[in-house]
């Protein structure tokens, strides 16, 4: 399958400060790109979906003020979380699809920590 | 909003039964319905999925039936095994991709 790359795959960060995740499609194009956030024993929440070259569409109840997303291009997708807290530490993960009605493939997720 | 609900969310099967999850989207627009097995702290890996204009398909022990006027759909694993035991998400996909809310599968050796 398709390869997305992840990065980075965990951050420590302190509270009031601001963290990057970047989310690469590796060997394909990807019109519409997913940002999940995950806590332990649940499932993947989806945060916004976001195509290339629009703004992100983001979920009821997801702070777009907070959780900054830039699609600039076809194979790269930021999500940056902006003044976290400790609340906001959760696995975060990315996936990539080309077109609709096929397989989003995932990146490797983000542990976020905020201490 | 859209959702997708997924029953059971625990299951446990002795080795060798078969082993039934299902799941139910809201949205008509969904056309792509994938599965996954997620390990603990790891991407999701797809194991089967099905597209609208078809109604069952099929991959070894793994098959996924999809009902489309009653907005269900399915995962069966026959003959199952301890290394099946993970957690399984369903998702319901068009312009969003939704996921359901995790079923954990046991197989008892």
């Known amino acids: 399958g398709a390869v997305v790359s992840q990065h980075p795959s965990w951050v420590i960060c302190k509270s009031g400060t601001s963290v990057k995740i970047e989310c690469r499609s590796l060997?394909?194009?990807?019109?519409?790109m997913f940002w999940y956030r995950q806590f332990p024993k649940q499932s993947l929440m989806l945060m916004a979906t976001s195509n290339e070259g629009s703004k992100a569409t983001y979920e009821q109840g997801v702070e777009k003020d907070k959780f900054l997303i830039n699609h600039a291009s076809l194979t790269l997708s930021t999500l940056t979380v902006t003044s976290a807290h400790p609340e906001d530490s959760s696995f975060y993960i990315c996936?990539?699809?080309?077109?609709?009605?096929?397989?989003?493939?995932f990146g490797q997720g983000t542990r976020l920590t905020v201490v | 909003g859209e959702n997708v609900e997924q029953h059971p969310s625990t299951l446990s099967v002795q080795e060798g039964d078969s082993a039934v999850i299902k799941c139910t989207y809201s949205d008509s627009a969904s056309n792509y319905f994938p599965w996954y097995k997620q390990e603990l702290g790891k991407r999701p890996q797809l194991i089967i999925d099905?597209?609208?204009?078809?109604g069952e398909k099929k991959d070894q022990r793994i098959a996924v039936t999809l009902n489309k006027t009653a907005k269900h759909f399915s995962l069966h694993i026959t003959e199952t095994q301890p290394e099946d035991s993970a957690v399984y998400f369903c998702?319901?996909?068009?312009?969003?991709?939704?996921f359901g809310t995790g079923t954990r599968l046991k197989v008892l050796a």
């Open positions: 998702a319901a996909s068009w312009a969003k991709y939704i």
């Open positions: 099905i597209r609208s204009n078809v």
């Open positions: 060997d394909f194009q990807a019109t519409t």
């Open positions: 996936s990539a699809r080309g077109g609709q009605n096929t397989e989003a493939f």
